[in-house]
Structure formats: C-alpha cells, structure tokens
C-alpha cells in the first residue's frame, strides 16, 4: 500500500479506483487522474435531509473512459450486463447500465472526491458514489473501491 507524506507527518492512503471486468480498458484510477476527467457538483440531501455540495466525476464518464457498452449498443446481451461497487467494509451495491447512461436518461450519479468542497471525511472517503434525487441513500456507496462489469446469464 503506497502512502503519500504530507507536511507534519500526516500520511493518507493514495487509494486507487479499480474499474474491472467486461470492459475493453481496465482501469486503475488514482485521484489525480480522476481530477483530470470532466467534473459536476451537485447539491443532494443526506440521510439526515442536511444538504451538501458534492463533486466529482459523472459515473459515465468513467465507464467510457473504460470502454463499456453505451448508447446504440445497449441492447441485446449488453443489457444484462451491470455495474457492481464494492467498498472497502464489503458493502456491494448494483446498478444497470441504463441508469447511468446519459443517452437514456439524465439521471446524475456521481463519483465524488469532494463534499463542500473539502476531500470527503475518513469512513466515507476517499470515494463514494451520490445518486442524486433517490428518495433512499442505501446506494450512496462510501469508501469505494471497486467498480466491476457483470453479465447476468
Ligand atoms: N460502504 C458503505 N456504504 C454505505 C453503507 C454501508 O454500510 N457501507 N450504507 C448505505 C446506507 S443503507 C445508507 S442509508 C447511507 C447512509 O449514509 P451516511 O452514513 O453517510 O449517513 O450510506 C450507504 N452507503
Ligand atoms: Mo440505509
């Protein structure tokens, strides 16, 4: 496990964003390469009702980035296939790829790295996942670690 040193001795883990499984690119992203992708900030409501700003990466830009199935070629086989996040608590949440395709709906998930502008807090960092304008926040993954490519068969 890789650390980065920051002044006063403060270390953090450099976590990386493993994208894996049927995809044509497999990817492991680390912050930086994830600040260079295109950002979107949201205001969505917590557990509480307490509003957030949150930012980060659209989930598709990801999945593109990866080379999954989208737009026309959602059809036929591809639409059975999902995208599983995983957590590092082995907290596993599912979605559809049409849920997160732009072409389909315009639903936002979002990949954040900042809340109020601020890295998320330990326990829900360094990633996690907002589904913005869900009436429950079971899908909000914290602690993401893994996004994977299934096909139901
Ligand atoms: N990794 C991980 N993410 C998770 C959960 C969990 O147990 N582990 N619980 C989910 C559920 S059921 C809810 S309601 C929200 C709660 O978010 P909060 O803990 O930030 O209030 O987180 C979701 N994300
Ligand atoms: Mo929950």
Not at 30 to 35: I, K, P, R
Not at 81 to 108: C, H, M, W
Request: glycine residues 8%; without cysteine.
């Amino acid at each position: 496990m890789s650390v980065i040193l920051l002044a006063a001795g403060i270390t953090l883990r450099a976590q990386t964003l493993t994208v894996n499984g049927l995809v044509n690119k497999p990817l492991q992203l680390t912050a930086a390469d994830l600040s260079k992708m295109p950002q979107q900030t949201i205001t969505a409501a917590d557990k509480d009702g307490k509003t957030h700003q949150y930012s980060g990466v659209p989930l598709f830009e990801i999945l593109k980035a990866a080379g999954v199935p989208s737009g026309k070629e959602l059809h036929g086989n591809n639409l059975a296939k999902y995208l599983l996040a995983q957590a590092s608590d082995g907290y596993k949440v599912v979605f559809a790829l049409p849920e997160i395709d732009t072409t389909f709906n315009n639903r936002v998930f979002l990949l954040t790295t900042l809340m109020d502008g601020k890295p998320l807090p330990a326990g829900q960092g360094p990633y996690r996942l907002v589904v913005k304008d869900e009436k429950r926040p079971a899908r909000w993954i914290r602690e993401l670690t893994t996004l994977t490519i299934g096909e139901i068969k």
